[in-house]
């Protein structure tokens, strides 16, 4: 019975998270093509609603074809590997207060780790596929997840230091008061950075270069296992989103409503007016409003950058990113230090 | 012009690596500020009243007196 009701936590999860993915490559479109002045898809559905899924049907109703000489197994484990561990970072994620699968004590360090396994699935496709192209754009892809994740875990780091703690919801829970953003605000901006690299969006999307590498450690993917990495793709876009917007704005936290409960003395009051305000205070739909902000700030990105050449991606990481994060690792547990400050959790232990 | 040196010419250095360097000379300077305000920042702080926390005790007080031992067992 245990197990069913498992099964079933997971799907409640995993389904709405993979429809969220078609709806974001919907918006993707819709948003580029008001930021290009055209129409966008508009023929599936209304207002072009059903394309994600007519996209979908249409690519595993195809034939799909390997290359001779690939190594078979290596070619459709890759992008399986891939999208199960997009989708296993989706399992420590805190919906609403006591809305979540798994209350891990190291959830931050079990996103990280499942996100840096992902990497070993875009290898394996890219190498499997005996192509030159595909092997390049692993390869490629490969070296700036590696050097993007420095950035990603020394940023949690300075954020594990404040809120003292590894687990999400006493991270989320620790920003009552304030959110991260505030003490924070240099930091997040190189975390985005860094998620954007880590997610292989433009302008850092050198893995897929269309102009050198046809379409890079997926060329020689088509139809279904291509649907795979398709997935596996925007689930991680959205999953770091999520990651964002708990690192930094609070998670399913609305600061705003905070504010105004403890600046009207409202939390001593037992209508169903507090009751309300209370639930909105700390509702999915926080989470889901901050995360959606954060996926069009990507499509924004996308749209307005052009893409940047190979050395420029990892001088910006190694002679950019990382001087700055390491200056911020040194200087923020000296001012910690030095004023005494205990970790936000202090009660929450 | 060639790139100054910083020995030789330390200003002109400096200026040059805030120029064409910024992301590393911040950096330094953000980097550098740690060291100073970890030694800096406890005399402000009690400066502008705040009061070291007694420290946590790590094992328990002595107690005074000589020691009772048990005799026999407490459930008998």
Sequence with gaps: ?349 | MSTPQFWSTPLRYLRWASHERPAIFYSLIIGSMGPVALVGLPPLRRALGDVDPETIPMSYPIPAGPRTFPKGYDDE
Aim: net charge neutral.
């Design chain 1, 1 to 349: 019975m245990s197990n069913i009701i498992s099964i079933i936590q997971g799907l409640l999860v995993i389904v709405p998270a993979l429809i969220s993915v078609a709806f974001v490559t919907i918006s993707e479109r819709k948003v580029m093509a008001s930021m290009q002045r055209r129409v966008g898809p508009n023929a599936v559905g209304y207002y072009g609603l059903l394309q994600a899924f007519a996209d979908a049907l249409k690519l595993l109703l195809k034939e799909y074809v390997a290359p001779t000489q690939a190594n078979i197994i290596l070619f459709f484990l890759g992008p399986v590997i891939t999208l199960i561990f997009a989708l296993l970072g989706y399992l420590v994620i805190p919906y609403a207060p006591g809305t979540f699968i798994s209350d891990h004590r190291l959830g931050i360090f079990f996103m990280l780790a499942v996100s840096a396994i992902a990497t070993y699935g875009i290898l394996l496709a890219g190498w499997s596929a005996n192509s030159k192209y595909a092997f390049l754009g692993s390869l490629r892809s490969t070296a700036q997840l590696i050097s993007y994740e420095l950035i990603l875990s020394s940023v949690l780091l300075l954020v594990i230091l404040l809120t003292g703690s590894l687990n999400v919801i006493t991270i989320v829970e620790s920003q009552k008061a304030v959110s991260l953003l505030l003490p924070l605000l240099p930091l997040f901006i190189v975390f985005f950075i860094g998620s954007i690299a880590e997610t292989n969006r433009a302008p850092f999307d050198l893995a897929e270069a269309e102009s050198e590498l046809v379409s890079g450690f997926m060329t020689e993917h088509s139809a279904s296992i291509f649907v795979f990495f398709f997935l596996a793709e925007y689930a991680s876009i959205i999953l770091i989103c999520i990651l964002n917007s708990i690192l930094f704005f609070g998670g399913y936290l609305s600061i705003i409503v905070f504010s105004i409960i403890s600046l009207l003395d409202l939390s001593r009051e037992d209508t169903l007016f507090h009751v309300l305000i209370s639930i909105i205070s700390s509702s999915p739909i926080n989470l889901a409003v901050k995360t959606s902000i954060l996926v069009f700030v990507f499509i924004w990105v996308r749209a307005s950058f052009p893409r940047i050449r190979f050395d420029q991606l990892m001088s910006v990481c190694w002679l950019v990113l990382l001087p700055i994060t390491i200056a911020y690792v040194i200087l923020l547990p000296c001012v910690v230090s030095g004023l005494l400050i205990n970790p936000v959790n202090i009660s929450l232990l």
